[in-house]
T-cell receptor, first 115, second 111 residues
Framework: DAGVIQSPRHEVTEMGQEVTLRCKPISGHDYLFWYRQTMMRGLELLIYFNNNVPIDDSGMPEDRFSAKMPNASFSTLKIQPSEPRDSAVYFC?????????????FGEGSRLTVL | ELKVEQNPLFLSMQEGKNYTIYCNYSTTSDRLYWYRQDPGKSLESLFVLLSNGAVKQEGRLMASLDTKARLSTLHITAAVHDLSATYFCAVANTNAGKSTFGDGTTLTVKP
């Protein structure tokens, strides 16, 4: 398997623009997670899905953030409108929990810079 | 609410020395994970500990789990520069599908 695939790897945008980050999890995994990492706040869980259903979005900072998982092989995290404080590395991870060990497999991350 | 505490948060070691990173957690769990993150890179899984008394070793790293004490340790033997990275422990929430991460321990091994 190719692992968790994220795109874009780097994104530079201006404040107010819409940003869409994409993730393809490992085939057969039943959980998908979106994390954000910054120097100031460390690693934060934003939202996670089980079998394409959002389970806990309490980590989503505000209404400007939204996430979807229309099918088992694709998820998006959207920020609209973006702000400079959204600058961070966004990681997608997937796991196989029920029947597996539940360890997370992370994508390479999407580095977002909002000017 | 599950809380995970790692210590130390920063560790500077000389090559060849031994040291231990500690991971304490607040509520019962049956799964604990260690991850490594190199600077500017993603996180990768190092160890999965699934039962009390579990011990896993790879190279100079050894991880153990004591579920009764709610404690895991990551022991570094004869450190080398290549081990410089940030190490995270993560504890599975028994009643949810997610894991709670510690703040990470940034290890710097000096020659």
């Amino acid at each position: 398997d190719a692992g968790v695939i994220q795109s874009p790897r780097h994104e530079v945008t201006e404040m107010g623009q819409e940003v869409t980050l994409r993730c393809k999890p490992i085939s057969g995994h039943d959980y998908l997670f979106w994390y954000r990492q910054t120097m100031m706040r460390g690693l934060e869980l934003l939202i996670y899905f089980n079998n394409n259903v959002p389970i806990d979005d309490s980590g989503m900072p505000e209404d400007r953030f939204s996430a979807k998982m229309p099918n088992a092989s694709f998820s998006t995290l959207k920020i609209q409108p973006s702000e400079p404080r959204d600058s961070a590395v966004y990681f997608c991870a997937s796991s196989f929990r029920h029947g597996g060990t539940g360890e997370l497999f992370f994508g390479e991350g999407s580095r977002l810079t909002v000017l | 609410e599950l809380k995970v505490e790692q210590n130390p948060l920063f560790l500077s070691m000389q090559e060849g020395k031994n040291y231990t990173i500690y991971c304490n957690y607040s509520t019962t769990s049956d799964r604990l994970y260690w991850y490594r993150q190199d600077p500017g890179k993603s996180l990768e899984s190092l160890f999965v500990l699934l039962s009390n008394g579990a011990v896993k070793q790879e190279g100079r790293l050894m991880a153990s789990l004591d579920t009764k004490a709610r404690l895991s340790t990551l022991h570094i033997t004869a450190a080398v520069h290549d081990l410089s990275a940030t190490y995270f422990c993560a504890v599975a929430n028994t009643n949810a599908g997610k894991s709670t991460f510690g703040d990470g321990t940034t290890l710097t091994v000096k020659p």
